[in-house]
Each structure stands twice: as structure tokens, then as C-alpha cells.
């Protein structure tokens, strides 16, 4: 247990106001306030080696700044046609510029993956698309749960509140078993 000054940074993968994984995030936020701090990627540009030359964009030092400060990742992460949505794949591959910073920034860096979707399968295939990503980045990836929020608009209701009990037990039982592995 290192105090509660210690946190995880939660990231939603959704840029849109009545994003259900952005729900999903302040839900996990709700249940554990001391041990998560939400990060934004909302005014974060798209990658261009001219911009990073020309001096990274404040939103992408102070993202890192958040991830370098924190015990571990959760990503919370829609799944755009079977895979990850490029707003946030484009605010990974900025926090991994320039690469020599990797080391510091991601290698060991405990990572958690959640997701919401209104369809069947909750993420399930977005999810695992992440994977080689983090893997190459040498973060250490948890996988002691999984949580595919599935039928998102039934959790959650109209003010993004959510009202499933069901689903906030897994997602209780999955937040304390990563905070656990990030040691917090
Ligand atoms: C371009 C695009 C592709 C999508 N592909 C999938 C998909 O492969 N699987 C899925 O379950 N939902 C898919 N969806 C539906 C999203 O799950 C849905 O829009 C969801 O609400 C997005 O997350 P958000 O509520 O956090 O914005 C797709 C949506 C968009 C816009």
C-alpha cells in the first residue's frame, strides 16, 4: 500500500458528450475517487512528426506528465470496427514520442482494459487489438479480469449515470484487483 497519493490514470477513448465509456470511466471514478485520476485527450492534435519537431503540444506534455506521476493505466476504450478508435491510438502514439522517452513512460507501466458498447460483445475485439500495442510499448499488461460492458444503453441512463448493479460489481471487483497489481 503506498498512501493515497497514489493513482491510476484513467483515459476514455471517446470524444463524443454522451459517450458511454466515458460513463464507464466516471463510474470506475465514483466507485475508487482517491485511487483515479481522469486524463483528457480531447484537445490533443493528430500526429505529426512537423508538430513534434516544432514543439510537442502542451495537452500531450501534460497527459504524460499525468501517466509519468501515475501507478498504472486504464483505458477505457470503444471499439471502432473490431478494433481501436484512432482518437485514441493517435493519443497513445503521441505519449510515445519521442521513442526514447518509451522507457520511462510505458516500460513496466501496469495497463487495464475496459470497454463499453451497445452491441453484444462489449468490446471483446477492440480490446484485444490493444494488446500488440502495449506489448510493444513494454507496458505489463493485467490480465487477472476482463470486463466487456455489453448493451451500454441499458447501464447507463440518459444523464450517463449508471444503473446497472450487476455491471458495477464486476467493474468494483475488476478496478480493486488492478489497483491491487498497481500496488495502491
Ligand atoms: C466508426 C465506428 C465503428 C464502430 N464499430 C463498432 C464495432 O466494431 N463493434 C462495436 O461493438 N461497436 C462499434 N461501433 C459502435 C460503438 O460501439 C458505439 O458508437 C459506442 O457508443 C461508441 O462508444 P462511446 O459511447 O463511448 O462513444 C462503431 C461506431 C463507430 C462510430
Known amino acids: 500500500m503506498s498512501g493515497n497519493t497514489s493513482k491510476i490514470l484513467g483515459i476514455s477513448g471517446s470524444l463524443r458528450k454522451g459517450s458511454y465509456n466515458s460513463a464507464l470511466l ?13 486524463g483528457d485527450i480531447r484537445d490533443i492534435p493528430m500526429y505529426n512528426g512537423d508538430l513534434e519537431t516544432d514543439g510537442v503540444p502542451e495537452e500531450v506534455v501534460l497527459l504524460k506528465q499525468q501517466l ?20 485514441l491510438k493517435n493519443a497513445i502514439d503521441w505519449l510515445s514520442r519521442p521513442s526514447l522517452d518509451v522507457r520511462n513512460v510505458f516500460r513496466g507501466l501496469p495497463v487495464a482494459l475496459i470497454g463499453a458498447s451497445p452491441g453484444g460483445f462489449g468490446t471483446i475485439l ?11 510499448l513494454g507496458a ?5 479480469g476482463r470486463l466487456m460492458v455489453s448493451g451500454a444503453s441499458g447501464v447507463f441512463d440518459e444523464n450517463g449515470a449508471m444503473v446497472d448493479e450487476s455491471v458495477r460489481e464486476r467493474l468494483e471487483q475488476f478496478t480493486r484487483g488492478f489497483l491491487e497489481f498497481c500496488e495502491i
Not at 509519468?68 to 484512432?86: C, K, R
Open 26 to 38: 466516471r463510474a470506475t471514478k465514483e466507485l475508487f475517487p482517491e485511487s483515479i485520476e481522469i
Open 68 to 87: 509519468i506521476g501515475a501507478e498504472g493505466l486504464l483505458l477505457v476504450s470503444p471499439e471502432y470496427n473490431n478494433s481501436m478508435p484512432g482518437v
Open 126 to 136: 477492440g480490446q484485444s487489438a490493444w494488446l500488440p500495442v502495449f506489448r510493444s
Open 140 to 144: 505489463r499488461q493485467w490480465s487477472g
